[in-house]
Structures are given as structure tokens and as C-alpha cells.
């Protein structure tokens, strides 16, 4: 006699898109692109092209994104056969919180630690998880916003410098 299994799905979590704690893939290329021109800051503009190639962001959706960027006053551009993208605001100024918010809005764990959203939770004021999740949230928006473009770009260059090419065949 063959016995039979019978599976059941149990769903185990909702994701509230609107306030998502992964970072879009968008939000993604807009991080590696400014990290891009944070590379280059105080030299010479780059084209959409050289951004997309060196990060891996598709030129389209890059340029779409360096358009919101610029209007926000994250990056500015130079016409012209020597023109393309700059950073407009100092490495050093420009935090990973800043353009997470701009590109993504609100970040956390769930949408009741964010912004006013707390009244629509069935337990708002008597949940035993609110603790915790405000830890998760304030540790996120701590490295975030404490993560500069400047950080990033010294900690990149100190990874080359220790790299050492193997020419053995």
C-alpha cells in the first residue's frame, strides 16, 4: 500500500510594498551610480554610457534615474562633447540614508515604525513586537545614514591597493 503526502502552503509573512525594508533594484542602480560619480568627484563629468558600463546598470533605466537625480539636486550635468554627470553635493555630505529616501521613500522592518502609519495598526500601542522593531529601525537608519559616499569610495580604494595581480600561468 502506497502512502500518500499531502502538502499545505502557510503563509508565513506580507510584504507591504509600500514600505519595503529590501532595497529596490532601482534604488539599487541609483546608489551604484552616484557611488559612480562620487569616484570621479571634482574631475571631469561622466556620460550616462561610462556610468552604466562601470556599474552594470542598464543604460536606459540609468538614464531615467540620472534625470530624478538631477532634478532633486543629487547630480548636476555639463552639455556639450565633454559633458555628462557630476555630483553635485561633496561625497563626504551625501549620505546612502539621503538617496534611499529619495529614491524609496521610508525604509524599515515593517510600516508601523514608519511615519504615521502606526494608527492603522490593529495593535498600535499594545504590541509586543513595537520594541524590537524600533531597535531593527533605528539600527538601519543608523548605518544608513551614517554610511557617506566618501566612505565608500576610500574603503573601494583601499580594496585595490591591497590587491595584488597574479601573472603566474
Given at each position: 500500500?502506497?502512502?500518500?503526502?499531502?502538502?499545505?502552503t502557510?503563509?508565513?509573512?506580507i510584504v507591504?510594498?509600500e514600505?519595503a525594508?529590501?532595497?529596490?533594484k532601482?534604488?539599487?542602480y541609483?546608489?551604484?551610480a552616484?557611488?559612480?560619480?562620487?569616484?570621479?568627484?571634482?574631475?571631469?563629468?561622466?556620460k550616462?554610457?561610462q556610468?552604466?558600463?562601470s556599474?552594470?546598470?542598464?543604460v536606459?533605466?540609468l538614464?531615467v534615474?540620472?534625470?530624478?537625480?538631477?532634478?532633486?539636486g543629487?547630480?548636476?550635468?555639463?552639455?556639450g562633447?565633454?559633458?555628462g554627470?557630476?555630483l553635485?553635493?561633496p561625497?563626504?555630505?551625501?549620505?546612502?540614508?539621503?538617496?534611499?529616501?529619495f529614491?524609496q521613500g521610508?525604509f524599515?522592518?515593517v510600516?508601523?515604525v514608519?511615519g504615521?502609519?502606526?494608527e492603522?495598526?490593529?495593535?498600535?500601542?499594545d504590541?509586543a513586537?513595537?520594541?524590537m522593531?524600533e531597535?531593527v529601525?533605528?539600527?538601519?537608519?543608523?548605518?544608513y545614514?551614517?554610511?557617506?559616499?566618501?566612505?565608500?569610495?576610500?574603503q573601494e580604494?583601499?580594496?585595490?591597493e591591497?590587491?595584488?595581480?597574479?601573472?603566474?600561468?
Open positions: 500500500m502506497r502512502k500518500s503526502y499531502y502538502y499545505i502557510i503563509p508565513i509573512g507591504d510594498k514600505f525594508m529590501l532595497v529596490s532601482r534604488c539599487q541609483a546608489l551604484r552616484v557611488f559612480e560619480l562620487a569616484k570621479h568627484y571634482g574631475q571631469y563629468p561622466l550616462a554610457a556610468i552604466a558600463e556599474q552594470a546598470i542598464p536606459r533605466f538614464e534615474i540620472l534625470c530624478e537625480l538631477k532634478k532633486a543629487f547630480v548636476k550635468s555639463q552639455r562633447n565633454a559633458g554627470y557630476l553635485a553635493i561625497p563626504e555630505k551625501l549620505t546612502v540614508g539621503d538617496l534611499i529616501r529614491i521610508p524599515g522592518p510600516s508601523c514608519i504615521d502609519s502606526q492603522s495598526c490593529p495593535l498600535y500601542g504590541c513586537f513595537m520594541p522593531w531597535k529601525q533605528k539600527s538601519i537608519n543608523g548605518i545614514d551614517n554610511t557617506t559616499y566618501r566612505e565608500l569610495v576610500d580604494r583601499r580594496k585595490e591591497q590587491y595584488v595581480p597574479s601573472y603566474s600561468i
